[in-house]
């Protein structure tokens, strides 16, 4: 069974901490999304991942295809991170179809 | 780049009346639109996979008579939710795989989502 798990569910930090959100998978997947979504519901794609790291501003992405793992680090966090942060994985190479984490939401307070 | 634009972001309606949503792929052809949907504090589940042209694909336990799905251009998919009842009342939302450019693939794109309420 293809599945997501992400940790932790609910993170608060003060502002400007180093933040870290881990995911790990069942099994092997041909891609690894991060998504942020806000208190609205609209979803933003901050990653996709096959192997490595990534980095985009403040936010760094890194996947373990090994350990089936990968993390969402956010440097110099801010109050405007705060959002739920979903990792979603593609299982079948050839098949779109995405499995998601339950999300971690993040609070960062000024 | 790569926009889905989806409306309405809000609905309340009665029940037994039926929902369309839309959602616009603005600057790409999207031949693939998923349709999800979150309850509060749950993950996205998808509901159904549409292709341009074709019937679209539902995951076991959506109802397709129910929640019909159209997608006649490489730019539009529509969700219709018919003779909605308070327990359809739920987050949607949609996604369609983003084009590459060049050598970089930017994912998902996915719409803004439809809150709805039926009473």
């Known amino acids: 069974k293809n599945e997501v798990e992400q940790s932790p569910q609910n993170l608060t930090a003060q502002e400007g901490e180093f933040i870290t959100i881990n995911c790990s998978y069942s099994v092997g997947i041909s891609a690894l999304h991060w998504l942020q979504q806000h208190p609205g519901g609209g979803i933003v794609s901050l990653f996709m991942?096959?192997?490595g790291k990534k980095k985009h501003g403040r936010l760094i992405a890194t996947i373990n295809i090994q350990e089936k793992h990968s993390s969402l680090h956010i440097t110099a966090s801010h109050p405007r991170d705060s959002a739920v942060y979903i990792c979603?994985?593609?299982?079948?190479?050839?098949?779109?179809?995405?499995?998601f984490g339950t999300g971690t939401r993040l609070t960062i307070i000024p | 780049g790569a926009v889905v634009s989806q409306h309405p972001s809000r609905v309340i309606c009665k029940s037994g009346t039926s929902v369309k949503i839309e959602c616009r792929s603005l600057d790409f052809q999207a031949t693939t639109m998923f349709w999800y949907r979150q309850f509060p504090k749950q993950s996205l589940m998808l509901m159904a996979t549409s292709n341009e042209g074709s019937k679209a694909t539902y995951e076991q336990g959506v109802e397709k008579d129910k929640f019909l799905i159209n997608h006649a251009s490489l730019t539009l998919s529509t969700l219709t939710v018919t003779s909605a009842h308070p327990e359809d009342s739920s987050f949607y939302i949609c996604?369609?795989?983003?084009?590459?450019?060049?050598?970089?693939?930017?994912?998902?794109?996915f719409g803004s989502g439809t809150r709805l309420t039926v009473v």
């Open positions: 979603a994985g593609a299982f079948n190479f050839g098949n779109e179809k995405l499995t």
């Open positions: 991942l096959s192997s």
């Open positions: 996604s369609a795989k983003a084009p590459r450019r060049g050598e970089i693939s930017y994912g998902y794109t």
